[in-house]
């Protein structure tokens, strides 16, 4: 009777060694991705109306996750410009399933030329539930009205590229915000040598360069390589054709031989290529990717929040769709200085109905 009695004992003690071992390799793992996945955080308030009213300033300067002492040749990278008296205005997310980040460039020459005016804007709106990923570029000379608060007490229009460039990061999502009627809380900030660095990391990119554009890529290939200290050899040849990342950035900055509105789908399409590519790869790849980009761009996501854009982004890479605002014939330009007028109620219209299909 004894011995019959040991054993449910017995099993009871291996099942809660078991247990032990697998909430020892969970904690494992968790400690490994928050340490890993966390260099990339920069905490940026997000605040409500109402904080924002009553809110005192008693810091000033600038907040980065990166190396920022370093010249980039060095393996440095630009700060992320925050200013204190312009954070983020809370505003609540319109569609649970559909999440809007903000991935942006900047028109910086240095690690610490910080403020700069923004170069490349593009929304990326993730439906986890129809498994779908939507890239948005935003012209950065769209006529807005700048500011944190409501955008119809403006009056002056001023280009969307220098919200950054007068109030840092949260003055610019308050601004597309506002004027576009969006419920964009969280970025992604990538300046020439981060961008070049991260296609890299993903083995180059995939992208078929025209005769007329050798020339004018490799004008800036010129320039990226005099800034980063990096001996990137020119594109020979038009084609079908693996870029490295000097050459993908380079190629994707062309404006001269055409206009900003292809220059913008050439950043879609670098964007569309790397996320179908980051797709491709298996689980352990993907992690190893993150890890070895941390400390490159510079992000308020956190590290449970990184993971879980990744896993939808990821499920929609394969329903991928690109669009621009403002649409051709959507707009009139005025010459001095030069700028995109546009109808906001009829481009907010159009905008939301690619994002939220209504």
Known sequence: MAKKEGKPKKSI?????????ILGLIAGVLLYFYYAFGRTYVNIPILSDEEYATMQLSESGS?????????WKDGGHTRIFFDPAHPIIEVAQ????????????????????YKCRSDAMMIVSINKELKTVKLTSLMRD???????????????????NA??????????????????DLDIQRFVMLDFSSAAEIIDLCGGVEITVSAAEVKYANEFL?????????????????GRQTLT??????????????????????????AQALIEKVADM???????????STGVFETNMQPQDLARVGFNGISGSKNLTQYRLPEDNMFTVQSNPWMMIIDFEQTRARLHNYIWGT
């Not at 559909?98 to 028109?107: K, R, W, Y």
């Not at 010129?222 to 038009?238: C, D, F, L």
Request: include cysteine; charged fraction near 20%.
């Open 163 to 180: 919200a950054y460039a007068y109030g840092g990061v949260g003055l610019m999502i308050n601004t597309i915000n506002r004027n576009f």
């Open 282 to 292: 298996n689980f352990f790849e993907q992690v190893r990717l993150l890890e070895r």
């Open 13 to 21: 003690g291996y099942v809660i060694r078991v247990l032990c071992v």
């Open 142 to 160: 769209t006529g807005v009205y700048i500011g944190d608060t409501d955008a119809t007490a403006k009056t002056k229009l001023d280009k969307l």
């Open 222 to 238: 010129a320039y990226q390589n005099k800034y980063t200290g990096s001996n990137t050899p020119n594109i020979s040849s038009s």
């Open 63 to 71: 907040l980065t996750g990166g190396d920022v002492e370093s010249a």
């Open 94 to 113: 319109k569609d649970p399933n559909v999440e809007n980040i903000l991935v942006f460039g900047i028109d910086s020459r240095k690690t610490s030329d």
């Open 245 to 270: 990342g000097n050459q993908a950035v380079s190629w994707s900055r062309i404006r001269y031989l055409d206009s900003d509105f292809v220059r913008t789908s050439r950043q879609r399409t670098i």
